[in-house]
């Protein structure tokens, strides 16, 4: 028998992660630069909105997927299903995304006067975000919840694009321009 089946498939596995999946993050930066240009603006100003959202949202399709997945009725397994293969895996590639849209501008901030360009401050995210993955439980816990914020500031980016969510939660009362004339008397 040939054993060589699984560790092949591990070392073809491995850098089709390295290379796909950053480059796939910055292909679906480069399709839709607006909408994540818009999400990234949301996380700058509602973090922990988005954090919240994004881990209701997270905890809400996993859970779908554990309890329609036990369930003896198809329809419900196909739920399962999608949540798991099509829902999950695209709030990964948002979420993460919009996080490293996110670390690269603040890592760029820090490392030098001048903003990046998308480019570049998404691929310095990446790379910061991936050498974060490097370590054990700190780096993990870090990764998650960049995640969870990015994919929910990329959730309330979309609904808001559709004006389900107004920009602003509060009314804020119109200033009135102070004149400089005196009143003439």
């Given at each position: 028998?040939?054993?060589?089946?699984?560790?092949?498939?591990?070392?073809?596995?491995?850098?089709?992660?390295?290379?796909?999946?950053?480059?796939?993050?910055?292909?679906?930066?480069?399709?839709?630069?607006?909408?994540?240009?818009?999400?990234?603006?949301?996380?700058?100003?509602?973090?922990?909105?988005?954090?919240?959202?994004?881990?209701?949202?997270?905890?809400?399709?996993?859970?779908?997927?554990?309890?329609?997945?036990?369930?003896?009725?198809?329809?419900?397994?196909?739920?399962?299903?999608?949540?798991?293969?099509?829902?999950?895996?695209?709030?990964?590639?948002?979420g993460l995304a919009t996080a490293s849209g996110v670390?690269?501008?603040?890592?760029?901030?820090?490392?030098?006067?001048?903003?990046?360009?998308?480019?570049?401050?998404?691929?310095?995210?990446?790379?910061?975000?991936?050498?974060?993955?490097?370590?054990?439980?700190?780096?993990?816990?870090?990764?998650?919840v960049l995640l969870m914020t990015g994919f929910g500031?990329?959730?309330?980016?979309?609904?808001?694009?559709?004006?389900?969510?107004?920009?602003e939660s509060r009314t804020e009362a119109s200033a009135?321009?102070?004149?400089?004339?005196?009143?003439?008397?």
């Open positions: 028998m040939n054993n060589q089946g699984p560790r092949a498939l591990v070392f073809c596995l491995i850098p089709g992660l390295l290379c796909g999946f950053p480059t796939l993050l910055v292909l679906v930066t480069a399709l839709v630069p607006t909408y994540f240009d818009r999400a990234r603006r949301i996380v700058s100003t509602h973090t922990w909105q988005s954090f919240l959202l994004g881990l209701i949202n997270f905890i809400f399709f996993f859970a779908i997927a554990a309890v329609f997945g036990q369930a003896a009725f198809a329809p419900l397994k196909a739920i399962a299903v999608l949540s798991l293969l099509i829902v999950l895996p695209l709030m990964t590639v948002t670390a690269g501008e603040r890592v760029l901030a820090l490392l030098t006067e001048r903003p990046g360009t998308p480019l570049g401050t998404l691929i310095m995210g990446i790379v910061c975000l991936g050498l974060s993955a490097l370590l054990p439980i700190i780096g993990w816990l870090v990764l998650a500031a990329a959730l309330l980016a979309l609904l808001r694009r559709n004006g389900t969510i107004p920009l009135v321009p102070e004149s400089s004339e005196m009143p003439a008397e």
